[in-house]
């Protein structure tokens, strides 16, 4: 089966970077994705990692470390907007793509 | 473009009552459809996923069942609810490729009483 693990609450101010990070077992890993929920909405993608390294989107950037089962998710210039529960899940094998969940990190961003 | 819809957005039922919640997919063909639940607070857990027509996988044993009819069609469930089945329901889909991208539906808020 697979575990990830996640903080569940992360706090910070406006203008402020913040990392999540997420450590995960599973086996037949293929790549730790990042979505975002706004209360009562649906999760939306962030981002996707396959491969070491980080990815850039604009103010977010995502992190994987295969070797240490760890990724992050960074989110610099915080605002208001970017108070929101954020997920990551991993990938399982085969053709089939069985997504788990992170119990998910509230983040919290003050004035 | 594709897009997902579920239906209905929100709905209050009676414990013992029967439970359809209705997905649909456009603009994609052959799409992984899944169904998820979220407790308040809480993550998501993974109920019923299909890789095809009348191909289903449950992966929690639970008092509710899925069908997929049509290609593009996914259907939630249940004969009779349990208190325990209140939450948010959402269906996903994912194309082929390795992405790592799911798409969510809009949700459906199931209260049971």
């Known amino acids: 089966g697979q575990s990830l693990e996640q903080p569940s609450e992360v706090t910070a101010v406006e203008g402020a970077i913040v990392q999540i990070n997420c450590t995960y077992q599973?086996?037949?890993?293929?790549?730790l994705s990042w979505y975002q929920q706004h209360d009562g909405g649906a999760p939306t993608f962030l981002s996707y990692?396959?491969?070491?390294g980080l990815e850039e989107t604009g103010r977010f950037s995502s992190f994987l470390s295969r070797s240490d089962s760890y990724g992050y998710l960074l989110l610099q210039e915080l605002q208001m907007k970017d108070s929101a529960s954020y997920f990551c899940?991993?990938?399982?094998?085969?053709?089939?793509?069985?997504?788990?969940f992170g119990r998910g990190t509230s983040l919290i961003v003050h004035p | 473009s594709q897009t997902i819809h579920q239906w209905p957005a929100t709905l209050v039922q009676p414990v013992g009552s029967p439970l359809s919640l209705e997905c649909t997919v456009e603009g994609t063909s052959n799409p992984n459809l899944y169904w998820y639940r979220q407790a308040a607070g809480r993550g998501l857990q993974l109920l019923f996923y299909?890789?095809?027509?009348?191909?289903i996988s449950s992966e929690v044993p639970q008092n509710l069942s899925a069908s997929r009819p049509q290609d593009r069609q996914f259907i939630l469930s249940s004969k009779k609810l349990l208190l325990s089945d209140s939450g948010f329901y959402l269906c996903?889909?994912?194309?082929?490729?390795?992405?790592?991208?799911?798409?969510f539906g809009e949700g459906s808020r199931l209260t049971v009483l």
């Open positions: 990692n396959a491969l070491d």
């Open positions: 299909s890789v095809g027509i009348g191909q």
């Open positions: 599973t086996s037949g890993f293929y790549g």
């Open positions: 996903a889909w994912a194309r082929g490729g390795d992405t790592g991208e799911l798409f």
């Open positions: 899940a991993v990938r399982d094998g085969g053709g089939s793509y069985i997504p788990t």
